[in-house]
């Protein structure tokens, strides 16, 4: 008999997920609470953009082997995919940063919990706050579930946006349980999809793994970042520094963008700030710096629209190239392009271009071609399309498209 798997979430961890796990013969009972998003995936289309989902959802949809529901039912495995974002309207008293939110954890936790029996395994995928998979199998134990005879442990995901059907499968995974018993039951279902290695550790360890990695990623961003605003201000071409310093052998900068976007990287790092009373004082930096850089380039736009008006008397219409986090993709979580474009658009005339997405609740989107005949044109999101445009004196470039 096939294994029953329950996926709460069916965004972009949690769709591939299910869908992946449908194709390899998991019986899938997928849960969202966005009733288009559930109609959708019945039909097997997709909601959300990511090369190769489309066609693993109709397979496992035309199967019969996934199905998507606004409520849980009874399953082997529960797998927990959804947002752990911060509260923005809190902040942290010590460090003045912001507080992580698990409500959404907490209230899948509760929506499972009565379909939760014995010998059933207990999964969170969501990037945590350490001690979130405690707490979780706290709430379960809370509602009359008998710990000693489930199991619950944490795997964060670790895939990049774009490449996720194969990294799914590929990557490495780090698997921590709330006990012993949990971690086996946890890496060995892993290591039934899986072809990367399963590194077992506890629930605590594997949650700071992936808090740890993505701080890696924004301390590193954070150098390029500060590097191309020095470069401004010394008149030096940031891309050619960090091409002649990545010749050293032991150096490799990564590029420099408007900030640093996406549900992981810009938010993850404050996990561990909250949690670090105040010592985590490389990581706070690196995120405070990636965040001042869209500052800089709203500031940067700003004076390029005082100069036009000055030369030709009128205000320019400015066209802000993309809008996601990342190039190639639909997700605007915390873009910090589509949060300068949403800056400027209170004081400039602004259009956006974004040809991943169809709107973007208070910008004007119009098409390429439109936005090439703008006054000023600010590439925030290097898009593929983008590539092949041409650069003139009109064009701001903070993603590198013309370097």
């Known amino acids: 008999m096939n294994k029953t798997v329950c996926v709460i979430g069916l965004g972009y961890i949690g769709l591939p997920t299910a869908a992946l796990l449908a194709n390899r013969g998991f019986k899938v009972h997928g849960v969202d609470v966005d009733k288009h998003a559930v109609d959708t995936i019945n039909e097997g289309k997709i909601h959300i953009v990511e090369p190769d989902l489309d066609t693993f959802v109709n397979s496992a949809v035309n199967s ?19 947002p752990t974002p911060f509260h923005h309207d809190q902040l942290n008293p010590i460090t003045n940063s912001p507080v992580p939110n698990v409500d959404y954890v907490v209230k899948a936790t509760q929506a499972i919990a009565p379909h939760v029996k014995p010998g059933n395994l207990v999964l969170l995928e969501s990037t945590s706050p350490v001690g979130t998979t405690q707490m979780m199998a706290d709430e379960l134990e809370k509602a009359g579930v008998d710990l000693s005879q489930i199991h619950v442990a944490h795997s964060p995901e670790r895939v990049l946006p774009g490449h996720i059907m194969r990294e799914l499968i590929e990557n490495d995974r780090v698997v921590g349980g709330i006990n ?4 086996d039951a946890a890496a060995d279902f892993y290591r039934s999809f899986v072809q990367g290695e399963v590194l077992e550790t506890t629930a605590k360890t594997a949650e700071m793994a992936k808090l ?6 924004d301390v590193n961003i954070a150098f390029a970042n500060e590097l191309s605003m020095l470069s401004d201000d010394m008149d030096i071409d940031v891309y050619e520094l960090i091409s002649l310093a990545n010749h050293h052998p032991r150096v490799n900068i990564l590029q420099p963008g408007c900030g640093v976007g996406g549900h992981c990287i810009s938010v993850d790092p404050w996990f561990i700030v909250n949690s670090a009373n105040g010592k985590a004082k490389m990581v706070e930096q690196a995120r405070r710096t990636n ?28 066209a802000c ?17 589509l949060r300068i474009a949403i800056a400027l658009d209170k004081e400039l005339n602004i259009i956006s271009v974004e040809p991943n997405v169809d709107k973007v609740d208070g910008l004007e989107l119009v098409d ?16 593929k399309q983008f ?8 064009t701001l470039d903070f993603a590198g498209l013309f370097k």
Request: cysteine-free; aromatic content about 8%; glycine content about 4%.
């Open 64 to 82: 019969g082997m996934l199905t998507a529901h606004l409520e849980p039912a009874p399953a082997d495995i529960f797998l927990v995919a959804v």
């Open 180 to 183: 012993q018993a949990s971690t």
């Open 212 to 217: 740890t990695e993505n701080a890696f990623r």
């Open 291 to 318: 965040d001042y850089k869209s500052d800089w380039v709203i500031e940067k736009v700003k004076n390029a629209a005082l100069q036009f008006e000055n030369q030709h008397g009128k205000q320019p219409i400015i």
């Open 321 to 337: 190239m993309g809008l996601a986090f990342k190039p190639d993709i639909d997700d605007l979580r915390e873009s910090p392009a």
């Open 368 to 383: 390429e071609s439109v936005a090439l005949d703008a006054d000023i044109v600010v590439y925030l999101v290097a898009h």
């Open 387 to 394: 590539k092949s445009h041409s650069n003139t004196e009109a």
